[in-house]
């Protein structure tokens, strides 16, 4: 079983930038996929970038250049880096992790999520 917990969440300008973290435990980190994903109020939850095992990435075209995923598999850790941002952009951000070199863009593909972490953009 693996917890996750993510932080970093806030309120941030429109062309700010922030940091989001996910602290993996109770599983070997390594072994997992892992993804952001991001849900607005009204809206259905939408995928944001893959990470694998070994650190190659892809990311949701809405943020591609933008935001950079990366993990620290001796930390058990994710990261999302946001860079300017849009008011768009606001969401709720939940990491997840599921088995597999690398997941899809379906969040059912995952198996852990966490609680979730709130971001707001003003514009």
């Known amino acids: 079983q693996v917890q996750l917990v993510e932080s970093g969440g806030g309120l941030v300008q429109a062309g700010g930038s922030l940091r989001l973290s996910c602290a993996a435990s109770?599983?070997?980190?390594?072994?997992?996929?892992m993804a952001w994903f991001r849900q607005a109020p009204g809206k259905e939850r939408e995928f944001v970038g893959a990470?694998?095992?070994?650190?190659?990435?892809y990311y949701a075209d809405s943020v591609k250049g933008r935001f950079t995923i990366s993990r620290d598999n001796a930390k058990n850790t994710m990261s999302l880096q946001m860079n300017s941002l849009k008011f768009e952009d606001t969401a709720d951000y939940s990491c997840?992790?599921?088995?597999?070199?690398?997941?899809?863009?379906?969040?059912?593909?995952?198996?852990?999520w966490g609680q979730g972490t709130q971001v707001t953009v003003s514009s």
């Open positions: 997840a992790a599921g088995r597999g070199y690398i997941l899809g863009r379906r969040d059912t593909e995952y198996t852990y």
């Open positions: 990470i694998s095992w070994t650190g190659g990435t």
């Open positions: 109770g599983g070997t980190f390594s072994s997992y996929a």
